[in-house]
Antibody, heavy 114, light 111 residues
């Protein structure tokens, strides 16, 4: 069974940093591109980052470019999102999802507030 | 950025009746590889979105055949042939031809 489990969500002050992790199991992680998608309270999903299986191609949404960094460890089966210079508007549930968005984790809550 | 516009934004349907949601993109979704990367997802409260349809009309694993997708270029449609109680929630179209963007969502309720 495919499983994606996010961790690392927390309450952080504006300007702070956080690293989210996504542990993959039940499929050959190194064969799949991956995404991070977030959803602010009461809003629709917003795609924020994509990485190919080999890490050679990386994309970011304009809203996070220069502040967030996606990475992965294929040997361990983990996807990461390093988030710096966090803003109040980054408050959301953060999901990792497979390349075509066929598989999703349950999400990690990130709250940016003073 | 490709903007996705869904209509209607809300839908009330009687159980067993059909439902239809439209999605229009601000530019053609035909990729340089010839494929059209238009998907439909469904989200229930408190749950992550779930992929229903990808590449316009292909049903994802485990998706009932009462869901179907159609369209081309910039205009796309999701149809539910006979709405069931479990179909309530919000439906999103999403393009993956150029990065990824979602429509604003269509809330489906039972009448």
């Amino acid at each position: 069974e495919v499983q994606l489990v996010e961790s690392g969500g927390a309450l952080v002050q504006p300007g702070g940093s956080l690293r989210l992790s996504c542990e993959a199991s039940g499929f050959i992680f190194s064969d799949y591109s991956m995404n991070w998608v977030r959803q602010a309270p009461g809003k629709g999903p917003e795609w924020i980052s994509y990485m190919t299986n080999s890490s050679q191609i990386i994309y970011y949404a304009d809203s996070v470019k220069g502040r967030f960094t996606i990475s992965r460890d294929n040997a361990k089966g983990f996807l990461y999102l390093q988030m710096n210079s966090l803003r109040v508007e980054d408050t959301a549930i953060y999901y990792c999802a497979s390349g075509g968005l066929g598989y999703w984790g349950q999400g990690a809550q990130v709250t940016v507030s003073s | 950025e490709i903007v996705m516009t869904q209509t209607p934004l809300s839908l009330r349907v009687t159980l067993g009746q059909p439902a239809s949601i439209s999605c229009r993109s601000s530019q053609s979704l035909v990729h340089s590889d010839g494929n059209t990367y238009l998907s439909w997802l469904h989200q229930r409260p408190g749950q992550p979105p779930r992929l229903l349809i990808y590449r316009i009309s292909k049903r994802f694993s485990g998706v009932p055949d009462r869901f179907s997708g159609s369209g081309a270029g910039t205009d796309f449609t999701l149809k539910i042939s006979r709405v069931e109680a479990e179909d309530v929630g919000v439906y999103y179209c999403m393009q993956a031809t150029q990065f990824r963007t979602f429509g604003q969502g269509t809330k489906l309720e039972i009448k």
